[in-house]
């Protein structure tokens, strides 16, 4: 019984080190607030496997440097002012200042005069993206979140060993968390066939790489030959392409705008450890097609600031009729939800568009946490109910619309690799306004009255769960 005795005061000394010392560890971390007291939630409850999840998941390497310094040096002295140099063009006075903002902090050129289709198939943005490979004549430069080994995936790298056998430079780069089911024996054929492979913060040792694992490269970049363009929320997988339940968005850009997403792949191509030269080949001369003026921003760990975060705000707080938002994934920021309150509470007509289930079931309850705030300070609020929404767009008053990979989540806005294209184009915004008003039939609208009749259970089960909304 003394041994026993004994050996339960050490185990308790130890739990109590444990807590205590991961708790010590998380404070000094200088997280947000709301971040800090997610993990700490963590850490006491599991401290155990809490410790393990935040050395994989939590801890902030965006000081740090995640590739070796001489990649890391030659992505910060990269200049592309000479490859992307732009006229002087008029701005809006009231765009102005988000022009400025994605000007400094992600130093995104105005690019002027492209040809924009929005595309919400996915059967035709893949038509017209196997239509444009096919005509490419120089180079293809594909990077994608999920690339399935599927009927879809199979598809496009087909397409990609054949231009490259053709003699085109093919540049293909993936995220192997996301694609982690897919062998490797589906890029070696790409490799035997020419196309250049590379992996963006590729972690084969996991728990050596830990800080790697929590940043996921969900960008969507297509460029053909400098001119023609793709970026969006769709991946390549079947539930895009043939899924008539999976409403998405995605942007086919042909002019200057395409020089902005080739900057984003080269950036990310010596991300992954590889090499490049005569960049000039690679931005040629484009027409002017359009007045439409756009920004290509990115945003991720080698970023200072949290570029797209802060021009969500931006947009957010300068909106002066409307604000018209979808997502997959409602999770925002306590800076962001303050932002759409005070919006609303102003005057200006919010919107918001999330799906009544998503394909996280633990995400739902927690994005649900928001809406009694959100509908009492004046937002209106609409789930899909037979369809699962994935698109990631936002349009403000007839001229300013954004669609890209960065959903209205902390994962999103804060940690992974992402990328927006910021339009400014009366015609655009009207379109994009017009399929969320077309979106709508497919809605049923929740209402401040009927919501806060909603069971004890419920508001207990998204109170526990927006504990943790930070951490997903």
């Known amino acids: 019984m003394h041994h026993l005795a004994t050996i339960q005061t050490v185990l308790y000394f130890f739990y109590l080190t444990l807590i205590v010392g991961s708790a010590l560890v998380v404070l000094t971390r200088n997280h947000t607030p709301v971040k800090t007291l997610a993990w700490l939630t963590v850490l006491i409850f599991v401290p155990g496997f809490g410790l393990f999840f935040y050395y994989i998941f939590g801890q902030d390497t965006r000081k740090?440097?995640?590739?070796?310094?001489?990649?890391?040096?030659?992505?910060?002295n990269l200049n592309f002012n000479d490859l992307v140099n732009e006229p002087e063009v008029e701005i809006r006075p009231e765009c102005l200042n988000l022009v400025r903002?994605?000007?400094?902090?992600?130093?995104?050129?105005?690019?002027?005069?492209?040809?924009?289709?929005?595309?919400?198939?996915?059967?035709?943005?893949?038509e017209a993206l196997v239509e444009d490979m096919e005509k490419a004549k120089h180079h293809i430069h594909i990077e994608f979140f999920i690339f399935n080994n599927d009927e879809t995936g199979q598809l496009i790298k087909t397409v990609l060993m054949k231009k490259a056998l053709?003699?085109?430079?093919?540049?293909?780069?993936?995220?192997?968390?996301?694609?982690?089911?897919?062998?490797?024996?589906?890029?070696?054929?790409?490799q035997e066939a020419g196309v250049e492979v590379a992996c963006l913060m590729e972690t084969r040792f996991p728990l050596i790489q830990s800080s790697k694992i929590n940043y996921r490269n969900h960008?969507?970049?297509?460029?053909?030959?400098?001119?023609?363009?793709?970026?969006?929320?769709?991946?390549?997988?079947?539930?895009?392409?043939?899924?008539?339940?999976?409403?998405?968005?995605?942007?086919?850009?042909?002019?200057?705008?395409?020089?902005?997403?080739?900057?984003?792949?080269?950036?990310?191509?010596?991300?992954?450890?590889?090499?490049w030269t005569d960049f000039k080949k690679y931005f040629p001369p484009t027409p002017v097609y359009t007045r439409n003026l756009m920004q290509i921003v990115t945003s991720g760990p080698y970023s200072e600031y949290s570029n797209l975060l802060q021009a969500a705000i931006l947009i957010v707080l300068g909106a002066k009729k409307y604000l018209y938002l979808q997502t997959p994934y409602f999770l925002p920021t306590d800076s962001l939800f303050e932002a759409l309150q005070i919006a609303c509470l102003s005057g200006v007509d919010v919107r918001l568009m999330v799906?009544?289930?998503?394909?996280?079931?633990?995400?739902?309850?927690?994005?649900?946490?928001?809406?009694?705030?959100?509908?009492?300070?004046g937002m209106r609020i609409y789930e899909i109910q037979d369809k699962f929404i994935h698109a990631k767009t936002m349009v403000a008053d007839d001229y300013i619309s954004v669609i890209g990979s960065c959903n209205l989540d902390f994962r999103s806005l804060e940690t992974n690799f992402e990328i927006n294209c910021y339009m400014y184009d009366s015609d655009l915004a009207e379109q994009n306004k017009n399929i969320f008003f077309n979106n709508l039939t497919h809605c049923k609208e929740v209402h401040y009255q009927q919501w806060i009749k909603r069971s004890k259970w419920k508001r207990l089960l998204e109170s526990i769960m927006r504990l943790f909304a930070p951490l997903m």
């Open 64 to 76: 740090q440097r995640l590739v070796t310094k001489k990649y890391y040096d030659k992505i910060k």
């Open 101 to 126: 903002l994605l000007q400094n902090n992600n130093q995104s050129p105005i690019l002027q005069g492209s040809q924009v289709e929005i595309i919400t198939s996915g059967k035709r943005m893949f």
């Open 355 to 377: 799906s009544k289930k998503s394909d996280s079931s633990y995400i739902d309850p927690a994005s649900r946490s928001y809406y009694e705030d959100l509908l009492k300070a």
């Open 166 to 190: 053709q003699g085109l430079k093919v540049r293909f780069i993936y995220d192997n968390v996301a694609n982690w089911k897919v062998p490797r024996k589906f890029y070696d054929e790409m």
């Open 219 to 275: 960008r969507k970049i297509v460029v053909m030959d400098g001119n023609i363009s793709y970026t969006g929320g769709m991946n390549v997988a079947n539930n895009y392409s043939i899924n008539t339940q999976w409403e998405d968005r995605h942007v086919r850009i042909e002019g200057r705008g395409s020089h902005g997403l080739q900057v984003a792949f080269l950036l990310d191509w010596f991300s992954a450890g590889k090499n």
